[in-house]
C-alpha cells in the first residue's frame, strides 16, 4: 500500500491573491501591508502568472504523478487557516490565510487528512481555526492536530482504506516550530495538541493514546511540526523522540517545518521523515538561504505493508514556480537526490536515481540498527 505525505502547504497571502476569490489583501508584516506584493515578487522572478487562476493550477505537475501513482491516503500539512475572519494574531508578523471560496484549490489535490498542529493555524484567532475546521469538515476532509477542545486535538484522523486496513493519523506541533503557548487546545478551548516537550515520558503518553484506538491492520502515523526553518542538521532529542514513537508502535513519522528537506531514515522497518519542506508556498524572489534551494520540493511515496514495515520509499522532486508545481530540471533533480544522500547517509539510508527523475532510497536490512548521528542541532532560527 503507498501513501502520499508532503510538507507544508501553504495557500495563504500571495497563493491566495492569484485564486477566484482572494481574501482582502491588507497584511500586517513589519515590511509588507499588501499580500499582491508578493504575486510581484514571483512575477518579478519568474513571469507573468495571469490569473485568476484555475483551482488545480498551483498543484502542476504534481496532479499527474498523484494520477500515475494512485496512492491509498494523501496527507498533508496544511500550514494555512482557510477563513474570513479578521481576528488576525497581533504581533505575530506572518499570518496566513485562504478564503473559503478558494477551498476547491486545495481539494482539486484530493487530500485525505490535512494535518493542522502548526504555526499558522490560528493566525487569525480561534474563530479563524474555528471556521477552518467547519469548512474543511463539510467538504469531507478530514483534520488531525487541532480542534474545538483538546480531546478534538488529540484525536486521530482515520482513513479506511479496506475494510481491514485504515491509516490513523496522529496530528503535533512543538514550540520549536514557532506555534505560540497561547494557542494549546485546553479543557474547553480551540487550538491546536502542542506537546510540552519531546521527552521519553511525552512518547509514552502518546503510546498509550495509539493503543487505545489501533485495530489489526492500522497504519499509524505521527505528524509532528518541529524545528527551525533552515538547516540540514537534526537535533539529537528529534532523534531520539522519532526512535521512540516507532518503538511505542508509531509506523511512519512525518515531520515537517523546515522550508527544504532534512534527512530520512528507516529505523525498525518504520519510516522517518525529519522534515519534508516546504511544497507550496509564495516565496518566489525573496533573497536569502538560496543555498538550500527552498524551490525545490518533495513528493513522498512511501510503500507501507499491512504490518506498518517499510517496503519501498520513492519521492518525486518538484519546482515551485509561477506559483505552481513543476517538473524540474534534470540539475534540480540531481541537487535534491545528492543532497538528500549526504544529509541521510549518517542514518543509513541514501537516495539513488530512480526512474522518470523520481528518487529511490535504500536502507540497511541487516538488522543492525544505525547509532545516533553526532550532529548538532541547526543554528538558524525559527522565523513566525
Known sequence: MT??????????????????????????????????????LAEAANGAIAHPVSPS??????LSELDRIKPAARIVNLETSITRSGEYEKGKGINYRMHPGN????????????????????DYGISGLQETLRVLAAAGVRTAGAGRTRADAEAPAVVAVSDDCRIVVFGFGTR??????????????????????????????IGARVKAVRRAGDIVVASIHWGDNWGYDVP?????????????????????????????????????LYGCGDFLNDYEGIAGYEQYRGDLALMYFPAVAKTGQLAALDAV????????LNHPSSHDSEFVRATLDRI?????????????????????RSGRQPKLPTTGCATSAKSP
Open 3 to 40: 501513501l502520499f505525505l508532503c510538507g507544508d502547504v501553504m495557500t495563504g497571502r500571495g497563493i491566495d491573491q492569484i485564486l477566484p476569490s482572494p481574501s482582502e489583501p491588507a497584511i500586517f508584516e513589519p515590511w509588507v501591508h499588501d499580500a499582491r506584493e508578493y504575486v510581484r
Open 57 to 62: 493550477y498551483i498543484w502542476g505537475d504534481a
Open 103 to 122: 477551498l476547491s484549490c486545495l481539494l482539486a489535490a484530493h487530500p485525505d487528512v490535512c494535518v493542522l498542529a502548526n504555526n499558522h493555524t490560528m
Open 176 to 205: 520549536t516550530s514557532g506555534i505560540p503557548p497561547s494557542w494549546a487546545a485546553g479543557a474547553d478551548r480551540a487550538g491546536v495538541s502542542l506537546l510540552d516537550d519531546v521527552e521519553p515520558s511525552t512518547a509514552d503518553r
Open 236 to 272: 539529537p532529542e528529534h532523534v531520539s523522540f522519532a526512535r521512540r514513537l516507532v518503538e511505542i508502535g508509531v509506523d511512519i513519522v512525518h515531520g515537517h517545518s523546515s522550508h527544504h528537506p532534512r534527512p530520512v531514515e528507516v529505523w525498525n522497518d518504520r519510516l522517518i
Open 317 to 324: 522532486p518538484l519546482q515551485i514556480r509561477n506559483m505552481r
Open 344 to 364: 541521510s547517509t549518517p542514518f543509513e539510508c541514501h537516495a539513488e536515481a530512480g526512474l522518470a527523475g523520481a528518487l529511490s532510497f535504500r536502507w540497511s
